[in-house]
């Protein structure tokens, strides 16, 4: 036999570990919903490797997931003969968590105020495998890797350190076994052997894997029993689904542990068939703004599992969108590259982005709530949108919301600001700046208010990409109130005020001259201006000068 090794966990992973163990998350159950997972991704790529790979020496007769219970010994087991790991895998993805976000994650945990908190963050963040560890005090991990000879066997307490020990005759695949906590034994809510309550897990939480689950059949030499009904949600009838089987499968396809904010169906009979199921969640993805930040959809060809994040299917701006397309009329042998250049797969991702801009314009006015919230943490990426899908700039335009001077605490829709607008004006007024109150005390903004003209309040730093291209919106030009000359008196205010303006303007210009010399090279002009009420003077850009915080960005980048 091979020496048994003793590694430790990577930081960040003991740290979860010690958040499993003493178990904030209140629900259990849901250990068993992300064994099955990852049994059935496992399951996933066996197959599409197998199918790629025709010399794999693997077999692929009889892909199931099986569960096992031993009462006596207080263990349960969840087997699959799916893909296995290699002993370098095991320590990578088993021993360390590579999500990206994770420190940022663990710091919000930190500073979470309760319990309550922290659990809100655990269910954002999805611990998958490590849910183990809620149920169990130790876990024995054996796998070996399809087409390899090499068994591994793993097993850990969870704290700080596991071993590793290289096992002959392991069989393909990988089972996990939990020894389940002693001092759950008593409460029949956590009572993980018995077969009643297995089963009442699985098929709440995971029906819809479409690999066979299996458990022992009642009585002496009964046959396995297959416990959920394997069908794929996306190729059933949206009526025969429930809401609750639709939310575990985004759960399963979006590893995270909290209902979706919407589910979004479509299909495509004819002479290029397709399904599609998507959800948009409820809550940003904590690597949302990162750069190493996963996006797309699974991608299936008739039902068979063909990748995750398929980053051919949704623009980067809908990165936040998961779900599933299943085409029927690809090649199981597609790779990325292909992809990228496939004209249906171009046809289904303008299809996607417009279904899924139009159930948001939907949201908007059917649920105001949900759509608040869908804007308030998707909003910021949707926004990149307007800089380079011109197809869809009015859609998306349709479906933003901005904060502005009409109400300080509720964002408005272009559309809104719109219905408001004065008589005579014609342009829809906004300013950029870093902050709302930057924005509020900015000088420029004085004689609107005293106006009355809403401004939109624009502070997130893709607004000031945007607002120059985009052109208008219903029509109406956007204008920034820091730049250029801005007119804001109607025809008879300006008849009257015309004749005393000639008069300070003949007043003034001595002082104008002068303090244009002053300034010197610091300004291209001074002029009256009509934009002040208070402040004696501020100063305003060209119409196609950069606004201020674009020029801080540009030097801040050196240019
Ligand atoms: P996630 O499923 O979100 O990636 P998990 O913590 O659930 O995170 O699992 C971590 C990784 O461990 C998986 O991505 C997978 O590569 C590997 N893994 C877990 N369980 C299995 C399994 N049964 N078979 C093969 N690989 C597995
Ligand atoms: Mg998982």
């Given at each position: 036999t091979t020496p048994i090794e003793t590694l430790e966990f990577q930081s960040e992973a003991r740290q979860l570990l010690q958040l499993m163990i003493h178990s904030i998350y209140s629900n259990k159950d849901t250990f068993l919903r992300e064994l099955v997972s990852n049994a059935s991704d496992a399951l996933d790529k066996l197959r599409l490797e197998a199918y790629r790979d025709k010399d794999l020496e693997a077999d692929t007769t009889d892909l199931h997931i099986t569960l096992e219970s031993d009462p006596a010994e207080r263990t349960l087991t969840v087997r699959d003969n799916g893909i296995g790991m290699t002993r370098e895998e095991v320590v990578a993805l088993i021993g360390t968590i590579a999500k990206s976000g994770t420190a940022d994650f663990l710091t919000k945990l930190k500073e979470?105020?309760?319990?309550?908190?922290?659990?809100?963050?655990?269910?954002?963040?999805?611990?998958?495998?490590?849910?183990?560890?809620?149920?169990?005090?130790?876990?024995?991990?054996?796998?070996?890797?399809?087409?390899?000879?090499?068994?591994?066997?793993?097993e850990s307490d969870g704290e700080g350190t596991y071993t590793i020990q290289e096992v002959e005759d392991a069989p393909q695949g990988t089972a996990v076994t939990l020894h389940l906590k002693p001092e759950d034994a008593e409460d029949h809510l956590y009572d993980y052997t018995s077969p009643a309550k297995i089963r009442e897990i699985v098929k709440k939480y995971s029906d819809f894997i479409t690999w066979p689950i299996r458990m022992a059949g009642e009585g002496e030499d009964a046959a396995p029993e297959t416990v959920n009904s394997m069908k794929a949600l996306w190729a059933r009838s949206s009526s025969e689904v429930s809401e609750d089987e639709y939310h575990e499968f985004y759960k399963h396809v979006s590893h995270d542990w909290q209902d979706p904010l919407e589910t979004i169906r479509l299909q495509a009979e004819g002479t290029f068939e397709y399904q599609a199921l998507l959800f948009l969640p409820s809550h940003a993805p904590m690597d949302l703004f990162l750069r190493e930040r996963k996006r797309g959809v699974q991608l299936y060809v008739k039902r068979v599992f063909i990748m995750d994040d398929c980053e051919s299917l949704v623009p980067e701006y809908l990165r936040f969108v998961k779900g599933v397309v299943d085409a029927q009329d690809l090649s199981l042998n597609v790779s990325r590259e292909i992809l990228q250049q496939d004209r249906q797969i171009q046809l289904i991702r303008r299809r996607l982005v417009k279904k899924v801009l139009s159930t948001v314009k939907t949201m908007m006015t059917a649920d105001a709530e949900k759509y608040a919230t869908f804007w308030r943490e998707f909003g910021r990426a949707v926004k990149e949108g307007l800089l380079d899908d011109f197809e869809n700039r009015e859609a998306i335009l349709e479906i933003s919301s901005f904060a502005s001077t009409n109400d300080a605490e509720k964002p408005t829709s272009?559309?809104?600001?719109?219905?408001?607008?004065?008589?005579?004006?014609?342009?829809?007024?906004?300013?950029?700046?870093?902050?709302?109150?930057?924005?509020?005390?900015?000088?420029?903004?004085?004689?609107?208010?005293?106006?009355?003209?809403e401004v939109l309040v624009l502070t997130d730093p893709i607004d000031e990409m945007w607002v120059d291209g985009v052109g208008g919106f219903d029509g109406k030009q956007f204008q920034s109130i820091a730049k250029g000359q801005v007119d804001l008196e109607s025809e008879e205010d300006k008849k009257s005020t015309e004749v005393a303006r000639e008069q300070q303007k003949k007043d003034f210009e001595g002082l104008l001259s002068w303090m244009g010399t002053a300034l010197g090279e610091d300004v291209k002009e001074v002029r009256l201006s009509s934009r002040l009420t208070t402040s004696p003077a501020c100063i305003v850009g060209d119409t196609h000068d950069l606004t201020p915080t674009l020029e801080k960005m540009y030097r801040a980048m050196g240019q």
């Open positions: 979470a105020k309760d319990a309550a908190a922290s659990q809100d963050l655990i269910g954002q963040f999805g611990v998958g495998f490590y849910a183990s560890f809620m149920v169990a005090d130790k876990v024995t991990l054996v796998t070996r890797k399809a087409g390899s000879a090499e068994g591994v066997r793993w272009l559309r809104d600001y719109v219905s408001r607008m004065k008589e005579g004006q014609e342009h829809i007024y906004f300013m950029t700046g870093e902050s709302r109150s930057a924005i509020e005390n900015s000088p420029h903004m004085e004689a609107f208010r005293a106006k009355g003209f």
